[in-house]
């Protein structure tokens, strides 16, 4: 009885490389860029990988580039995602075209806020800022610093001029003041802690303008 011919078997084809996956829920996208924003922000950016953060989030490092390409398109967003609530934030706040202690006082409101909402982002800005932004994808942190700097100097001098504010103000010095003391709150604030955003602004601010406004 004749055997039946069998057909070489085809080779197979190479595995194609995984790309980032454009089907994934903002829920889960944002679950992911929650545990990469804390790992960057308790271990350092330099020192965290990819398969760190997986680790942290419970999966495959593989499985992670279905969702991001790179720990870099991770922090970019997140930072990028930070900034852009600030910048939303600030901007109404500047558009009520208010006085320039209320709009002080509604700025450092603001960033408090934006601390309890984003608290390992302003961690991970504060940190790696200086050495992020020498990179092209990074260029967006150098512009938000400009508008930021030029936002409180611009309020701080109206203050001056209106006779708000102590005319011997040294207005750079106070930004700097200000905006340390601020951030460095990062460090330290815990998101459902026993203050709110808001009761912590209020005691930063009766702190800060007994020493400024005009008795």
Same mark, same amino acid.
């Given at each position: ?8 078997a085809k080779p197979a084809k190479p595995a194609k490389k995984k $790309? ?37 989030? +419970? ?13 870099? $398109?991770?922090? %970019? %967003? ?12 600030? =901007? ?5 075209? #208010?006085?320039?202690?209320?709009? @002080? ?26 050495? #992020? ?22 309020? #701080?001098?109206?203050?001056?001029? =209106? ?9 750079? @010095? ?18 459902? +802690?026993?203050?709110?955003? %808001?009761? !912590? ?8 303008? =007994? +020493? !400024?406004?005009?008795?």
């Amino acid at each position: 009885m004749p055997t039946k011919s069998t057909k070489p078997a085809k080779p197979a084809k190479p595995a194609k490389k995984k $790309s980032p996956s454009t089907n994934a829920t903002p829920e889960r996208r944002g679950e992911l860029l929650h545990t990469a924003a804390e790992v960057f922000a308790e271990q350092g950016y330099n020192a965290t990988t990819v398969r760190k953060i997986a680790d942290h989030a +419970g999966m495959l490092a593989g499985s992670l580039y279905y969702h991001f390409d790179s720990k870099e $398109s991770m922090l %970019e %967003e997140i930072l990028r995602t930070f900034l852009d609530e600030l910048w939303s934030g600030y =901007d109404t706040v500047l558009d009520d075209e #208010l006085g320039p202690k209320e709009t @002080l006082e509604a700025l450092v409101t603001e960033s408090f806020r934006e601390i309890d909402r984003h608290r390992a982002a302003v961690a991970i800005y504060q940190r790696e800022s200086q050495q #992020l932004v020498a990179q092209e994808r990074f260029a967006f942190l150098a512009e938000s610093q400009r508008r930021f700097e030029k936002t409180w100097l611009t309020t #701080l001098e109206r203050g001056v001029a =209106d006779q708000v504010f102590r005319a011997d103000l040294d207005i750079r @010095l106070t930004y700097r003041f200000v905006r340390d003391t601020v951030w460095v709150a990062a460090s330290w604030y815990r998101p459902g +802690g026993r203050h709110s955003p %808001e009761e !912590i602004a209020r005691q930063y601010l009766s702190m800060v303008l =007994d +020493g !400024i406004a005009v008795r």
